[in-house]
């Protein structure tokens, strides 16, 4: 059941070096946030799985908290590529990490066999693609049906996974509007789950039917951090921060300055750094 926390003690009680950990979003509500807790607290030797790994995942690389990284497109949207990823893949810097590279299909049928309790998943792909030539974990299956010979990949089941939200009520339910990736299901396969979100209410009213909702059962705690999705963005809640990643370009770019700017942004701060921007963001495209 889901327990109200501040995000420091839900970082701290839910994830641990050397988890495999999944921070899920899909162009909005992705959880900056969660993220920059987790880097002051000095995780290490994780496991990081995201379908689309941006900025967040390119800060806790070259911070060092990486071991390893399953995803299945990594960049930072519409600017280029992720250069601490680069760095660390090309050079070893911090240290070397470990690449486990898939399909969208494949991650996302992943996901869903993990909510599922499956050890696999078995699906139509990669036929013609050379990806499962550099990756191990890509096998073949033959359906016992139809002979058909399918793709099939380990299904992917957090330690813990962290997503945002717009909203949770006082019990803990969750509410997700708007772009939904893959959050349900990276909930559902984990053993543990850290939700931040804008804000918390009596009641989920008005809400659109294809809204997603996550019981709280789901949960492990629930932390109310307005804002936590920013620089990307909270359907209804405030735009993209499209500078943002503009500048992650150059500050990301450069060891030095790479440092410099998370020691002064996230080490030394909280999200409350971030806070004029966001308010200026709430009202912009209206």
């Given at each position: 059941?889901?327990?109200?926390?501040?995000?420091?003690?839900?970082?701290?009680?839910?994830?641990?070096?050397?988890?495999?950990?999944?921070?899920?979003?899909?162009?909005?509500?992705?959880?900056?946030?969660?993220?920059?807790?987790?880097?002051?607290?000095?995780?290490?030797?994780?496991?990081?799985?995201?379908?689309?790994?941006?900025?967040?995942?390119?800060?806790?690389?070259?911070?060092g908290m990486a071991k390893k990284v399953v995803f299945s497109y990594a960049g930072n949207p519409g600017v280029g590529l992720l250069r601490r990823f680069r760095d660390a893949v090309e050079n070893n810097w911090p240290h070397a990490l470990e690449v486990?590279?898939?399909?969208?299909?494949?991650?996302?049928?992943?996901?869903?066999?993990?909510?599922?309790g499956l050890p696999c998943a078995v699906f139509r792909g990669y036929k013609g693609a050379g990806l499962k030539n550099v990756n191990s974990n890509i096998r073949e299956v033959v359906c016992p049906f139809t002979g058909e010979t399918l793709a099939a990949v380990p299904s992917v089941r957090p330690d813990v996974t962290f997503i945002h939200a717009q909203k949770a009520n006082r019990k803990g339910d969750v509410l997700i509007e708007g772009i939904i990736g893959v959050q349900k299901e990276a909930v559902l396969a984990a053993k543990r789950a850290v939700v931040t979100v804008e804000e918390v209410v009596e009641n989920f009213d008005d809400v659109h039917p294809?809204?997603?909702?996550?019981?709280?059962?789901?949960?492990?705690?629930?932390?109310?951090?307005?804002?936590?999705?920013?620089?990307?963005?909270?359907?209804?809640?405030?735009?993209?921060?499209?500078?943002?990643?503009?500048?992650?370009?150059?500050?990301?770019?450069?060891?030095?300055?790479f440092t410099d700017w998370m020691n002064k942004n996230v080490m030394e701060k909280d999200e409350t750094v971030f806070a004029s921007r966001i308010e200026n963001l709430k009202g912009a495209g209206k």
């Open positions: 059941m889901a327990k109200f926390t501040s995000l420091k003690e839900a970082v701290a009680d839910n994830l641990r070096d050397g988890d495999v950990v999944a921070f899920e979003g899909f162009t909005h509500l992705i959880p900056h946030a969660a993220v920059h807790e987790a880097i002051r607290q000095g995780r290490k030797e994780l496991t990081l799985v995201r379908m689309t790994p941006d900025l967040v995942y390119d800060q806790m690389i070259g911070m486990e590279e898939h399909s969208h299909a494949a991650m996302a049928n992943a996901y869903e066999a993990g909510a599922a294809n809204a997603c909702i996550l019981p709280n059962w789901t949960i492990s705690n629930v932390c109310v951090v307005p804002g936590g999705a920013h620089p990307s963005y909270a359907h209804g809640y405030y735009i993209r921060d499209n500078a943002s990643y503009v500048e992650w370009d150059a500050i990301a770019a450069d060891r030095e300055k």
